[in-house]
């Protein structure tokens, strides 16, 4: 009677070791998957930061270029297109 409580002792011993060894692996690869995760939403923050910056700078310059060409299509309305005195002085023949 002693030898079968003697092995169902070390049994239930083994296994509560092996479950408390599973758990401590378990949480181990639960904390490394925790940290990983919040290392690319810290990565993740920082591309968003830096397409932020990114496209307020793209839409300044876009606001300024659109100034710009309405600017110059203003002018280009308001004045006669410049004459070449020029033109036509160096024509070449068509040669075929």
Known sequence: MTETLSIV???????????RTAMRHQN???GRFIRHL???IR???TENRLFRTAIRELT???RKNTKVIQRL???GENHEP???PRRGEAEVPNQR
């Open 9 to 19: 002792g070390a049994f239930v011993a083994t296994a509560a070791w092996m479950m």
């Open 82 to 84: 410049e004459r070449n």
């Open 38 to 40: 919040e290392q690319a």
């Open 43 to 45: 990565d993740q923050q």
């Open 28 to 30: 181990d690869i639960a």
């Open 73 to 75: 299509t203003t002018q």
């Open 60 to 62: 300044g310059a876009v």
